[in-house]
């Protein structure tokens, strides 16, 4: 997984290699509920998530989500590159446009120092978020456990550089029911629904009409955004 890129997840390699992985990329539409790669997979390649939300997760047979993040763009898949398979599913929640480096030019460009290395740290911040995430879900309270939870989402959502960061819109789209939620996070839907209601009253998330927003520190927004009322759902 790469997040941290100001135009490309291959910002950093030198000129020539990076013009040799641009003309390797291959765009595709993704179709909603098509499957990008599956948990145990052998290595399907990299997606760059151009647009549309995909759900990352992992199932532990008869107990349901080991974890479930929903995605907005960024780089999938790195970490099977060492692995030779996929520990974790990517599935398409809206139609999704990616561009596909194939497994075949991901094992050519393994030869190349600067790409290793460029592995490396995708695999790491593929650990970092993980653990972020586990972070969040194993919060013993649900208020507190359904809080870190969209918060990291929100925050990993609006980094998109391509939506222009903090200057694109301030609310994410949510193809996710309230039933699908309450799994995510191991939260009863009733008590969920109850604990959604308050807290878009209180106005600390939005999360209604299939849009999410949540207010993130003030230091994390621009001047125009912290001056802007969070506008409450129903």
């Not at 990329?25 to 997979?41: M, S």
């Not at 997606?47 to 993040?69: D, H």
């Not at 903090?166 to 009733?190: H, K, N, Q, V």
Request: aromatic share 8%; glycine share 8%.
């Amino acid at each position: 997984m790469a997040l941290h890129f100001a135009a490309t997840p291959f910002d950093p390699l030198e000129r020539s290699l990076k013009e040799r992985v641009t003309r390797a990329l291959v765009r595709r539409v993704v179709k909603k509920g098509e499957h990008l790669y599956r948990a145990g997979d052998s290595h399907a390649g990299l997606f760059w998530l151009r647009s549309g939300v995909a759900l990352s997760y992992n199932r532990r047979p008869g107990r349901g989500y080991e974890f479930a993040a929903p995605v907005y763009w960024g780089l999938w898949g790195a970490p099977s590159i060492l692995t030779k398979t996929h520990n974790s599913a990517l599935e398409a929640r809206t139609q999704c446009v990616v561009d596909w480096l194939s497994p075949d030019a991901t094992v050519r460009l393994m030869d190349e120092p600067g790409f290793v290395k460029l592995v490396a740290k995708w695999t790491a911040d593929d650990y970092s978020m993980l653990l972020r995430l586990f972070s969040a879900i194993s919060v013993t309270r649900s208020e507190e456990r359904l809080m870190g939870y969209l918060t990291n989402v929100y925050r990993a959502g609006r980094a998109n550089p391509e939506a222009g960061g903090a200057e694109g819109p301030l609310d994410l789209p949510w193809p996710f029911t309230t039933i699908e939620l309450a799994a995510f996070l191991s939260i009863s839907r009733p008590h969920l629904s109850t604990l959604i209601g308050r807290l878009n009253q209180e106005g600390r998330m939005r999360l209604s009409g299939k849009r999410l927003e949540v207010p993130l520190d003030p230091l994390e927004h621009t001047e125009a955004e912290r001056n802007r009322p969070l506008s409450v759902g129903v």
